[in-house]
């Protein structure tokens, strides 16, 4: 009977926490709502971001601070580079040199021969491919993390962690609008392009996490964490017409800042340039999550980003996220050093971290995340990880190659907005 | 024996669910026209269309077209026919019909009266004046009418009054005058107005004379269409549907490089190559003899008059 009691106390705990959560997400203030650009890893990203109840090494500052109890020694993570390019800048620049070809043809030709060249028109359908297309670049540089266990507190071990990343970010989104004329070149005049411009530096984030073994039916360990991130971000958001660009004097008055006897010729240059087209924000936001393991083979996780936050004059989305990851071989018994195997589950918040609102697809696949993760010689210095996922509905993949403390690899990820291929280097020690 | 079960079929079912089920929206779906511009899309559907029929399309997705406006130009004995004309109308009204479902709406023409001589000071004060033009342009924004398509339907307008005007007055012209049509980059104007007959030496009367009812109709309209101004051969005044012919050649030719001016310089200048072939050359070329061939101006565009008198 006791027994009994304890286990409904218990259900109604995780209920009243559950509940909490989902009130402080519905209960958003109507406030602007800014994206948080979390720095996501190539292994979160190929798995689909379903990497809450996953999250065992330093990607864990992003997903679940909880994740962070898992590290049993002093751990220093060194990403020099971590590119990210749209699918679309990808097409886009590979037929770069076909378009270069058309342009050098067109021009060493007589004007009465241009118009009806094929190179011409080609350039037209060119133009009419392009105002679908969502050209993105982000680079995140020099973004170093580190953790260690500390102590314990009454049985219980405390782990900490501090992590600084860089990032610029630059992105243009073409969208039609106006009459639909016939003639490409009409009907582009006036379509809008959406340009994002941000450059964070050292965005600094620190989280404490602990660990503690109890005597619960179906719970044999609970892990909870606490993040806590510093954003210090200069940013740009602005449109134009098309049409706007023919008048380049006037589109440089309207949208940039910068004189027409300006030099850029040294570093401070460029930011000096911008300084003055850039906004700064600066805010903070606090992360709390928790793991639980239920046996040696399974673990889910409950974690609210961006609990409390502030940046600007708004907020970062608050997302929750309930996942479940699980190691298939351990529970069949079939464990090996050939080869391991995780999966990995998890419902979030609709529109993610970076608030994509306007992307949603308004449909049970706005909410999955899913990741399946396989590495081969896991407990040797040469492994081999093949991952696959679904972020928001979206497929992911990706491939890492770990040599003792180098890893390096490339990831395809799709999230609402569109398609990445991201690629980077990563020095584990 | 459950377990593994358990295990394996979860795992066989989130591998199958990881090829992503949801489908951003395709090109078409992107091209999907907003519910406030269906109305105008379909009447510039039907504009287009009606330009196609007749024959008389700019193809703008050529590069250099439209800097090559004047060679684009159609012959005056391709626009006289029935069909055509008709197709041209067809178009003007649709390109209004655009104005309206958008909510925009067009300024008047400032009409000046001249009770003397065009070539005597005879400025009055505008008959029109402007109304709320603010409100009425803040209201076309809402509905998505943007600065360039509006420019582009007052140059087509205007394209289309042009050769509206050059069919009518080619299908009277008959033994007694011709528009003749030279397209080529190099020459100054398109179409020209030209007497088969010998007319100097003739006093306004008599070179009136020479025109029969057809061929003065043919002047009064034309000159409506080019200006919005009115001309009197004796008793005949311009008889043109109104309600079609809401504006002129003229105005919509300065509405579309005022708002292009804003937007591109460089489409401003290819109106500007229009302004000077059916503006400068026809118009004003026409404007200074009708008086000398015994036509009457009643009334005329302010702008036109004012520049006219300056030049003199």
């Given amino acids: ?50 990497y809450e109840a996953l999250a065992d090494d330093l990607d864990s500052f992003n997903y679940n601070p909880a994740g962070l109890s898992h590290l049993e020694r002093f751990t220093l993570r060194l990403t020099p580079i971590q590119a990210r ?23 060493g030709l007589p004007e009465d021969q241009v ?24 680079s995140d540089f020099v973004v170093l993390s580190l953790g260690a266990p ?17 990032r610029a970010f630059s992105w243009f989104r073409f969208r039609r609008a106006g009459l639909p004329w016939r003639s490409v070149v009409l009907d582009t005049l006036d379509d809008r392009v959406q340009w994002s411009g941000a450059l964070e ?134 464990e090996n050093d050939l080869l391991d195997l995780q999966v990995a589950a998890a419902l979030s918040s609709p529109a993610g971290d970076n608030h994509l609102e306007e992307f949603r697809n308004n449909s049970f696949t706005d909410y999955l995340h899913l990741g399946i993760e396989a590495v081969l010689l896991p407990r040797s210095p040469l492994r081999l990880a093949v991952r696959a996922g679904n972020n928001h509905g979206y497929p992911t993949f990706g491939l890492e190659v770990a040599l003792a403390f180098l890893k390096a690899g490339v990831a395809y990820y799709g999230d609402l907005e569109t398609d990445w291929w991201t690629g980077g280097v990563t020095l584990d020690f | 024996m459950k377990r593994p079960l358990i295990f394996l079929s979860g795992t066989l079912l989130l591998l199958s669910s990881l090829f992503g089920c949801a489908e951003r929206p395709s090109a078409e779906e992107e091209e999907e026209i907003p519910a406030s511009l269906q109305q105008a899309s379909q009447a510039l559907l039907t504009a287009e269309t009606a330009m196609e029929r ?44 655009v104005f309206e479902a958008t909510g925009t709406s067009l300024d008047p023409i400032e009409l000046y009266t001249l009770e003397e001589p065009l070539f005597i000071d005879t400025l009055e004060a505008p008959l ?14 809402e509905l998505g009418l943007s600065r360039t398509d509006e420019a582009m339907i007052h140059f087509y307008l205007s394209y289309l ?121 026809l118009i004003e070329e026409l404007i200074r003899q009708l008086e000398s061939w015994g036509f009457v101006i009643e009334t005329l565009p302010a702008d036109l008059v004012e520049r006219i008198l300056q030049e003199q």
Avoid at chain 1, 152 to 158: K, L, S
Wanted: contains cysteine; negative net charge.
């Fill in chain 1, 1 to 50: 009977m006791y027994r009994t009691l304890q286990r409904v106390g218990q259900w109604i705990g995780w209920g009243w926490v559950l509940g909490l959560c989902g009130l402080l997400v519905t209960t958003a203030a109507a406030e602007e709502i800014l994206p948080l650009l979390p720095h996501r890893g190539l292994r979160p990203m190929a798995l689909g971001n379903a």
């Fill in chain 1, 85 to 107: 390019v749209s699918k679309d800048l990808v097409d886009e620049t590979a037929e770069l040199p076909d378009l270069l070809s058309d342009l050098d043809e067109l021009s």
């Fill in chain 1, 115 to 138: 118009v009806d060249h094929p190179a011409a028109q080609r350039l037209v359908d060119r133009i009419a491919r392009l105002r679908r297309r969502d050209l993105a670049l982000q």
């Fill in chain 1, 150 to 166: 500390l102590f314990e507190v009454a049985q219980t071990p405390i782990t900490a962690g501090v992590n600084v990343t860089n």
């Fill in chain 1, 201 to 334: 530096v050292a965005t600094i984030q620190a989280a404490v996490a602990a660990k503690r073994h109890v005597e619960l039916p179906f719970v044999r360990t609970v892990r909870a964490g606490l993040g806590w991130r510093w954003v210090n971000r200069k940013y740009r958001n602005d449109q134009f017409e098309i049409a706007e660009a023919l008048h380049p004097e006037r589109f440089q008055e309207e949208h940039l800042r910068f004189g027409a006897d300006q030099e850029v010729s040294s570093f401070q240059d460029v930011l000096d340039l911008v300084d003055e087209n850039t906004e700064t924000t600066r805010g903070f936001g606090v992360d709390l999550g928790l793991q639980a393991e239920h046996t040696d083979y399974l673990r889910s996780a409950l974690v609210v980003r961006s609990l409390v936050s502030n940046v600007g004059e708004g907020r970062f989305p608050r997302t929750l996220t309930v996942g479940l990851a699980a190691r298939p071989l351990r529970a069949l018994n079939r």
């Fill in chain 2, 54 to 97: 007749a024959d008389v399309q700019l193809d703008l997705d050529k590069i250099g077209s439209l800097r090559s406006l004047k060679e684009e130009l159609p012959a005056p004995e391709a626009l006289t026919s029935p069909r055509v004309q008709q197709e041209l109308q067809t178009a003007i009204d649709s390109f209004y019909e």
């Fill in chain 2, 128 to 141: 029109f004046q402007e109304d709320g033009q603010e409100l009425i342009e803040e209201f076309a924004e």
């Fill in chain 2, 161 to 281: 009054y042009t050769l509206n005007a050059v069919g009518i007055l080619a299908e009277a012209g008959g033994e007694l005058y011709e528009i003749r049509y030279s397209p080529e980059a190099d020459s100054a104007n398109v179409y020209d107005f030209v007497f088969k007959q010998n007319v100097e030496g003739l006093r306004p009367r008599e070179v009136l004379a020479l025109f029969n009812d057809q061929q003065r109709q043919a002047m009064v309209n034309a000159i409506r269409l080019l200006t919005g101004g009115t001309v009197r051969a004796e008793e005949v005044l311009p008889q043109l549907d109104e309600a079609l012919y809401q504006r002129s050649a003229l105005f919509h030719l300065n509405e579309a490089a005022e708002r292009l001016g804003e937007v591109a310089p460089d489409l401003k200048a290819a109106i500007d190559e229009l302004r000077d072939s059916v503006d400068r050359e």
